[in-house]
Structures are given as structure tokens and as C-alpha cells.
């Protein structure tokens, strides 16, 4: 994972998610219905759900699935009481870890998570001793392979709004503000730009070289955290290389 490897790590473990439909499901599913509790069920106004919907159509989550997580959001459906929070730890070789907690047992969830941390070498932290290294932002990532002009697209993304465009290894890579990433991706879409990736994340300000079996942990330590039903998003700062054996 050479270059920007974070977003390497978010491809490489989206990718593996497919694997698991069951979790993406429940998870995409849960954020649906909190998107409703909090802003109301229509997705105009509600900028999370329009997102959750979003989310949820690229993944194929059944329409009958998505009628209940709103229902349950509405309060007519029983099992729409989860509490969000944000847990933060450390990895091995101090990579900084924040995950976006869903759930409806706080004892259970926190018990599961500090073990998990504890059995790949890291360990779970106080509030805020790392939510401060990352940053909520828009990201689009264009393949190389797409061969849209470099010049064209990046004139393009800072008409539209976005913040940053960088050209980095086989992508090219466009930041916004998160209150501009629906408008910059209306206009890349109307231009038929073929879009990677398309999300609001959270991108850290640095990053921790990783290599052997650091790296080899800290792969199985956001795997894990990845798969837990409780967790809805996993976020770190480590990068590895492209070509360390923890890889193969």
C-alpha cells in the first residue's frame, strides 16, 4: 500500500466486506434507521439518510429491508433504540484508531472492543485522545484507467467546489468540505466521470509507517473491528508498503 495507503485500506477492506453481505446489511440498515430518528424520513432534508439510501442502494440491500429500518427509525417498528458513539484506541506501533460505534448494549460493545484491541497488540482509549488527528472530509477517487484527462478533471472538481485535487500513483484523488460533497458529485456524475469511490470520511492528518508484523497485527485488528456487528466505520492512519510480505 504505497501512496496514500489510507484510501488503499478503505478499498482493500471494502472489498473484503463483500464477502460478509449479512454485516453490511445490518450495518447500513441500523444507520438508515438513526438517520430517521434524528432528521426525519424524508432524504431531501436529511442529508444522512440521503447518503444511508445511497449507500445502501450500491450495495443491492433489499427494498423491504430498507422500508423497516425506516419504520423502525419512525418508532412503528420495535428495535430502532441504538445509541452512537465514538471510540478511539491505539494500534500496534501507535497507529490511531477511531471507530463509529452503533449499538444497543454499551457494556457488551465495549467489553467486545477493548478485547479485540487488546488481543492484536493495540489498546482502547479515553475520549479524545484521537478523534483530533483526523478530519471530516469528501472524497472521490477517479482511476487512471478511466482515462479521463488529468487537466480537465481537475478543473473540473475546483469549479464544482472540491478543496483539493491530487494526482497520486493509478488515481487521482478530490477532497470537499462535507456540506460540499453532494454538490461536487451531482456534477462529476452529470459529467459522466466514472467515480471509485464516493463518500464522507474521515481522513487523517498523518500517518504511521507500518511494516512486518506490526503490519501483519494491525491488518488483523481493523479486519476485526471491520466485521464486529456494533462497529459502523473504522477509521486509521497506518501505511504500509506495497510490497511487504504482510501483504501477500
Known sequence: MSGHSKWANIKRHKGKMDAIRGKITTKISREITVAVKTGGPDPTGNMRLKLALQNAKENNIPKENIQRAIQKGQGA????????????????????????????????????IRHLFSKYGGNLGESGCVAWMFDKKGLFLVN???????????????????????????????????????????????NKI????????????????????DAVKMLKLFDALEEHDDVQEVYANFDIPEDDPSLQ
Open 77 to 112: 417498528l420495535e428495535g430502532g433504540n441504538f445509541e452512537e458513539m465514538l471510540y478511539e484506541g491505539y494500534g500496534p506501533g501507535g497507529v490511531a484508531v477511531l471507530l463509529e460505534i452503533m449499538t444497543d448494549n454499551k457494556n457488551r460493545t465495549a467489553a467486545d
Open 144 to 190: 487512471k484507467e478511466t482515462g479521463v484527462n488529468e487537466e480537465d478533471l481537475m478543473l473540473l472538481a475546483l469549479e464544482a467546489g472540491a478543496e483539493d485535487f491530487k494526482n497520486d500513483d493509478n488515481q487521482y484523488e478530490i477532497t470537499t468540505t462535507p456540506d460540499d460533497w453532494e454538490k461536487v458529485r451531482e456534477i462529476l456524475e452529470q
Open 194 to 213: 466514472q467515480l471509485e469511490t464516493a463518500q464522507v470520511t474521515m481522513v487523517p492528518q498523518t500517518t504511521v509507517d507500518l511494516v512486518g508484523d
